[in-house]
């Protein structure tokens, strides 16, 4: 199975929307606007998702996205659910 893990969700987001905000350290339950990353730059992230590991999150699930935290539970969740399917 494949999962998300906290430097992949940093890359992503360096990749998403460059380094504007801060991703280093204990960054997990750290609200995207604490670390300086909009909503636009969720949307990018979970656009690469999709295209890199062929699943489908949703733009409205954005919305409920706060932390670092919640992207990788539902990242993980939606590829749980994926490889299951494909089992």
């Known amino acids: 199975m494949t999962k998300l893990t906290l430097d992949d969700l940093r890359s992503l987001m360096r990749e998403a ?3 504007a905000g801060y991703l280093d ?3 997990l339950d750290v609200s995207f606007n604490e670390i300086g990353y909009d909503s636009l730059a ?3 992230a979970v656009a690469r998702v999709e295209r ?3 699943v ?3 733009d409205d699930a954005v919305a409920n996205i706060e932390s670092p935290r919640d992207f990788l539970e539902l990242v993980n969740t939606k590829l749980a659910a ?3 399917t494909a089992a």
């Open 17 to 19: 929307a460059g380094d």
């Open 25 to 27: 350290g204990d960054i």
């Open 42 to 44: 969720l949307l990018e």
């Open 52 to 54: 890199q590991y062929g």
């Open 56 to 58: 489908k999150i949703g």
């Open 82 to 84: 994926a490889t299951a």
